[in-house]
C-alpha cells in the first residue's frame, strides 16, 4: 500500500511562516497542510486532527481527500487561549505520522476584553507639534512565565519596552478604514519584562491618521488628535495575571522628534534626547469617544525591515552654494536611509533628500510633487550614532546627504521595508531583459504593498486605487502569498462602499468627494473581480462569501446604470488609462472607447457574480445574474462589433477585452478579431497601445485566437512603448506610464509620472501561465495545467509556484532539435500536460515528470519564398522586416521604423514582393527607387 511523508505542521487560516500564530482573530481558524512526499498511486482519504488544549488532546477523524482550508473541528478557541494543532492522513488504512504541531493563540476577541482606554496627550502632540511620548512605570514581583502587549493607535507608534523595541513591526498598526476597522496587534514581550520597575513607552507618530493624505494636500482627515490603547498582561510563574492598562494615569512627554509626516519625512533635533535637556511633559486624557467594537486583530502580516541595500556609487555634487553627496542603491525601494555618523559638532544638521532618478545629474523632485520626502537630524554631540527615521517611508533609489562631508559607502545603507509577505512564485528563462523586467514587477510588488495595495511609493498620493490592484492581482497571488494581505483589503472595500453600491476610486477612502464615488469601470469591478481571482488562486470560497453581498451591490449598482438597454455608457470613466497615446496631462485620453470598456467589466462582473453564487450554491441568484451577462454580451455585441469582427473604437484594448472576456457572438467574429488585433500589433511594429485596462488581457488574446508568436514579438519589444524599453533605460521597478523617462533622458513632463507602479506589470502573470507554462485548472491550482508556449527568441524558461498543496513547477528547454519539458506536481493534485508541437496532452499525478519532443520552434527556421507570402507574413520575419524598415528610413520615406510599419496597414494582404510599392505607390518620390531595391534584395529567393 502507497505511502507518504507527514504533513507540514497545519497553517492556521491564511497565517504564513513556519512559526506560532499569535493573536489570532478567529475562533474557529480553518486549517491547511501539505504532503511533501508520497508514492505513486497515494491518495489522501481521511485524516485526524489532534487539538491540545490545557493539556488535554482531542482527536477528530474525517474522511475525504480535503487538505486546505479545512473546519475547525473543536469547539471555538476563547480569548487568549492557546492551542496546539497537528493533523496526520491516510491513504486507506495506511496514516502518515504526526506532523510537527502548530500553536495557536487567540487575541481579544471580545470588546470586554479590553480593560485599556484610548488615551490622548494634553497640551502637546497637537498637530505641527513634536511627536508625543506616551508612558508609564510598573513594577513586577516574582517571575514572569508569559506577558503579552495588545496595542492599538489613532496614528501610528514605535513601543519600547524599558528602553527595548517590543518587535520589529514599523508604522503599526496600518492604515485600515479607521471608522470602520481599526487593527490591533499582539505581542509577545515575556523576554523584555524585568523583575522589578519596567517603563512601558509609546512613540506616537502622525502616520495615515493625521498625516498628509491624498493628493489634494488634506491633513487629519481622521481626527485631529493621536492616541494609544494599550493592555499589558502579565501572567507570573504561579498563574496569577496582572493587567496594566492603558488609562488616566499615564504620562506624555515631547520627543526628539520635532515633525513627521509620511510624505514630506521626519525631522529630529537629537540635542532634545540628551539627559537634561527641559522637555515639555504633560498629563494624557481618557477618550471615552472612541468606539472599541471597531477593533480587529492584525490577520494579516506586519510591516517590518526586509532587507538593506549597501551603497553601489557615493559621488559629490554642487548644491545650494556647497557640496551635497548622491548616493546611488542600484535597485529603486521603498524604506529610509541608515546613516552612521561620526566627529561632527553639536548642532550640525545633516539633510537627506530622496528621488527614484536623476535628471542632469540631480535629484527628480517633480515626479514627488508637493511631497518633501526629506529627513533630517540636528546631532547632539561628536560620538557616532546611526540616522534612521521610523514615523515615516520614501520610495528612492538615490538619496542626497547634505551635511556630511568624505561619506564613506559603508557608512550608508537602504533599509527596504513593507509588509512581511511570504514569496510564493518566481520564475526565469534565457532572456536578460525579461528576467529583468520579471525582478522589476517583484520589486514593485514589494514596494507598493505596505499594509495596503498602493498605487507608488514616493509622491503625494500612495494610495490603495481599485482598478490599479484588480489589473494586477493575479501576478500579486503568484509572486507572495497575499491572501491575507488582499482578504483585510477588501473588507475595507465592502465597508467603504455606498449603500448603492458604490465602489470608491481608492480604499480607504480618502478622497470624500462626489468624483470619488461616481461609478468607474475597471476601478469599482475590483470588487468583483479581486475576491474571484483570490478564490481561483487559494481555493478559499470563504472569501467569495464574505464578499459576495459587496459584489452584488456593485453589479446591481452598474446594470441599473445602464438601464434596460444593457449598454453603459455615458459619465465619468478612467477609461484605458495611460494608452501609449494620452497626452501627459491627460491619462484617460485613449483611442479605446470608454463606453465599449465599461460595458464590457459589466458583462464580466456579472459574470463573475454568477460564477461565485454558484460556487456557493445560491443557484437562483447564479442564474439571474448568468442571465444579466449574456443580455450584456448581447448588447455589446449588437452595438459594438461588426459583422466581420471589428470592435467599435479599433483599438488593442477593445480586441483584448472582446476576445478574452468571451463578448464576440460567433467563431468567425472572434477568428476576425484576433487577426485585427494581430494586424493592429504589427503595424505599430509590435509596440505595446494599451493602457491600465487592456494591458493584463492583450497578449492572452493574442494567444487565444492563434497569434502566439505575435505576442511574443509584442513582449520582447525594446522601443518604447513597451515592457522591456524601461529595462533598456535602467528601470529596476515597473514604471507607471510607458514613457515615465523619456529616450533622451529626460523625465515624462506630466504631473502624474511615477517610477515605481506595478500596474503595467500585469504581464508577469502571463509569463507564468504561458512563457513558462504554470497554471491553475481549478481553484486553489486543485488540477494544473501545465502548457508552454515557447518563444523563439528563448530557449529556456522556468517557473514555480508555492501552491496550497505544495511547491508545483515547470521548466523547459530547447538544444539540438529537441525540447525537453520537466515538470513537480505538489501531492494531492493533478497536472494536463500539452507538449509543445504536438496534439499530446497527458494527464499526470504527483511527483517529477520528464518529456522530450522535437522542438518545435526548429519547423519555422529556413529562408522563406517570399512570392508566396504577403506583407503580414513579412512583418512578422523581425531579421527582413527589421532590414526593410532601416532602408525605408534611410530612404527618407518614414521617420522611424515605427511610422515605416504604420505606413504599411492597409496592404498586409498585399504580395510581399510588392511592399516596395506600398510603401511608395508613387514612382515620382525620390525614395522609390531605393526601397523598392532594398525589397527586391532581401525577398529575392
Known amino acids: 500500500m502507497a505511502s507518504c511523508a507527514a504533513p507540514t505542521a497545519p497553517r492556521i487560516e491564511h497565517h504564513s511562516g513556519d512559526g506560532s500564530v499569535l493573536g489570532s482573530g478567529c475562533s474557529r481558524p480553518r486549517l491547511s497542510w501539505t504532503v511533501p512526499r508520497a508514492e505513486t498511486g497515494w491518495v489522501q482519504t481521511g485524516y485526524e486532527v489532534e487539538v ?75 498637530d505641527l507639534m513634536p511627536a508625543p511620548v506616551l508612558s508609564t512605570n510598573f513594577t513586577v514581583l516574582g517571575h514572569v512565565a508569559q506577558a503579552r502587549l495588545y496595542a492599538s493607535a489613532h496614528g501610528i507608534y514605535v513601543a519600547t519596552l524599558n528602553g527595548r523595541r517590543i518587535s520589529d513591526n514599523v508604522l503599526a498598526p496600518g492604515w485600515t478604514s479607521y471608522e470602520h476597522r481599526l487593527r490591533y496587534h499582539t505581542y509577545d514581550v515575556t523576554d523584555l519584562i524585568v523583575e522589578g520597575d519596567n517603563q512601558l ?41 496582572h493587567t496594566l492598562a492603558s488609562d488616566g494615569s499615564w504620562t506624555a512627554r515631547e520627543s526628539e522628534i520635532v515633525a513627521d509626516d509620511l510624505y514630506d519625512g521626519q525631522r529630529s533635533d537629537l540635542r532634545r534626547a540628551v539627559a537634561g535637556y527641559p522637555l515639555p511633559t504633560g498629563a494624557v486624557e481618557v477618550r471615552d469617544d472612541v468606539d472599541l467594537s471597531t477593533l480587529t486583530a492584525a490577520d494579516l502580516p506586519p510591516i517590518r525591515p526586509l532587507q538593506s541595500l549597501p551603497a553601489q556609487q557615493v559621488w559629490t555634487i554642487a548644491r545650494h552654494g556647497g557640496q551635497a553627496t548622491i548616493v546611488d542603491f542600484g535597485q529603486n525601494g521603498v524604506g529610509w536611509v541608515r546613516l552612521r555618523v561620526r566627529g561632527l559638532a553639536a548642532g550640525t544638521e545633516i539633510v537627506i533628500r530622496h528621488a527614484e532618478v536623476l535628471e542632469d545629474g540631480q535629484l527628480a523632485t517633480l515626479p514627488l510633487r508637493s511631497a518633501q520626502a526629506t529627513d533630517s537630524w540636528i546631532l547632539a554631540g561628536a560620538e557616532e550614532v546611526v540616522l534612521e527615521p521610523s514615523l515615516t517611508f520614501h520610495g528612492f533609489r538615490y538619496a542626497e546627504i547634505s551635511g556630511v562631508s568624505d561619506l564613506r559607502p559603508e557608512d550608508v545603507e537602504l533599509v527596504v521595508v513593507g509588509t512581511d509577505l511570504e514569496r510564493t512564485g518566481w520564475f526565469s528563462s534565457s532572456h536578460e531583459l525579461l528576467d529583468r523586467l520579471h525582478e522589476n514587477v517583484v520589486w514593485s510588488t514589494r514596494g507598493n504593498f505596505v499594509d495596503i495595495p498602493t498605487d507608488c511609493p514616493q509622491r503625494d498620493e500612495r494610495l490603495g486605487w481599485t482598478g490599479d490592484l484588480q489589473i494586477f492581482g493575479p501576478t500579486a497571488t503568484f509572486l507572495f502569498d497575499t491572501a491575507a494581505f488582499l482578504g483585510n483589503w477588501l473588507t475595507d472595500l465592502a465597508a467603504e462602499q455606498l449603500p448603492d453600491g458604490s465602489v470608491p476610486h481608492v480604499v480607504p477612502d480618502v478622497n470624500r ?4 464615488f461616481t461609478p468607474a469601470a475597471a476601478w469599482g469591478d475590483a470588487a468583483t473581480i479581486v475576491p474571484w481571482t483570490l478564490y481561483q488562486r487559494t481555493g478559499d470560497a470563504g472569501v467569495l462569501e464574505r464578499q459576495l453581498p459587496s459584489m452584488r451591490a ?91 469582427g471589428r470592435v467599435h473604437s479599433d483599438a488593442q484594448a477593445v480586441y483584448a477585452l472582446a476576445i478574452a472576456w468571451d463578448l464576440l457572438p460567433t467563431p468567425a467574429q472572434r477568428r476576425l478579431a484576433g487577426q485585427r488585433l494581430a494586424d493592429l500589433v504589427r503595424t505599430n511594429d509590435f509596440r505595446i497601445g494599451t493602457g491600465f485596462v487592456g494591458t493584463p488581457l492583450v497578449c492572452d488574446a493574442l494567444a487565444a485566437t492563434g497569434h502566439v508568436d505575435v505576442a511574443h514579438r509584442l513582449l520582447l519589444q525594446t522601443q518604447c512603448p513597451s515592457w522591456l524599453y524601461p529595462v533598456t533605460m535602467g528601470a529596476t521597478t515597473i514604471w507607471e506610464r510607458w514613457d515615465s523617462l523619456r529616450p533622451d533622458g529626460s523625465v515624462n513632463p506630466g504631473g502624474m509620472t511615477s517610477f515605481n507602479h506595478y500596474a503595467l506589470g ?3 502573470d502571463w ?24 518563444p523563439a527568441a528563448l530557449t529556456h524558461a522556468a517557473a514555480r509556484h508555492l501552491t496550497p498543496y505544495g511547491e508545483a513547477s515547470v521548466a523547459w528547454e530547447r538544444a539540438e532539435g529537441q525540447f525537453t519539458l520537466s515538470v513537480l506536481v505538489p501531492v494531492g493534485t493533478q497536472a494536463e500536460v500539452h507538449l509543445p508541437g504536438t496534439e499530446q496532452v497527458l494527464t499526470v499525478g504527483h511527483g517529477e515528470h520528464r518529456w522530450s519532443v522535437a522542438d518545435p520552434g526548429a519547423s519555422r527556421s529556413g529562408v522563406r519564398d517570399w512570392s508566396k507570402a504577403t506583407v503580414r507574413d513579412l512583418l512578422d520575419d523581425e531579421q527582413v522586416w527589421t532590414q526593410l524598415a532601416t532602408a525605408a528610413v534611410q530612404a527618407g520615406i518614414v521617420p522611424d521604423v515605427g511610422a515605416a510599419a504604420a505606413k504599411l496597414l492597409k496592404y498586409l494582404d498585399t504580395s510581399a514582393t510588392r511592399v516596395g510599392f506600398a510603401f511608395v505607390p508613387d514612382d515620382r518620390f525620390p525614395g522609390a527607387a531605393a526601397i523598392r531595391a532594398a525589397a527586391y534584395r532581401l525577398l529575392s529567393c
Do not use: C
Open 52 to 126: 491540545t488544549r490545557a493539556g488535554v488532546s482531542e482527536q477528530f477523524h474525517v474522511a475525504g481527500d480535503q487538505q486546505v482550508l479545512v473546519p475547525w473541528p473543536a469547539e471555538p478557541l476563547s480569548s487568549r487561549e492557546v492551542t496546539s494543532v497537528r493533523v496526520r492522513v491516510a491513504h486507506e488504512q495506511q496514516w502518515s505520522p504526526w506532523s510537527p504541531p502548530r500553536t495557536v493563540e487567540a487575541g481579544l476577541l471580545q470588546t470586554a476584553d479590553w480593560s485599556a482606554h484610548f488615551i490622548s496627550p494634553l497640551g502637546l502632540g497637537a
Open 201 to 241: 513607552g509609546f512613540l506616537l507618530g502622525n502616520g495615515w491618521y493625521r498625516g498628509r493624505l491624498g493628493y489634494m494636500n488634506d491633513r487629519a482627515l481622521y481626527g485631529d488628535r493621536l492616541a494609544l490603547l494599550a493592555q499589558l498582561e502579565v501572567t507570573s510563574t504561579e498563574g496569577t495575571v
Open 513 to 516: 468627494n462626489e468624483l470619488a
Open 554 to 644: 456593485w453589479v446591481d449598482k452598474i446594470a441599473d446604470l445602464a438601464g434596460p438597454d444593457r449598454l453603459w455608457s455615458g459619465g465619468f470613466q478612467y477609461g484605458d488609462w495611460l494608452d501609449p497615446t494620452a497626452p501627459p496631462e491627460e491619462a484617460d485620453k485613449a483611442v479605446s472607447d470608454p463606453d465599449v470598456i465599461a460595458t464590457a467589466h459589466l458583462a464580466r462582473s456579472a459574470q463573475l457574480l454568477a460564477q461565485a453564487a454558484a460556487v456557493l450554491g445560491r443557484d437562483d441568484e447564479a442564474d439571474k445574474y448568468a442571465a444579466l451577462a449574456q443580455e450584456v454580451r448581447t448588447a455589446f455585441a449588437a452595438a459594438y462589433v461588426s459583422p466581420v
Open 762 to 764: 500585469a504581464v508577469a
Open 767 to 790: 509569463l507564468h501561465r504561458s512563457v513558462a507554462g504554470l497554471a491553475s485548472a481549478e481553484p486553489g491550482y486543485r488540477r494544473i495545467t501545465i502548457a508552454p508556449s515557447p
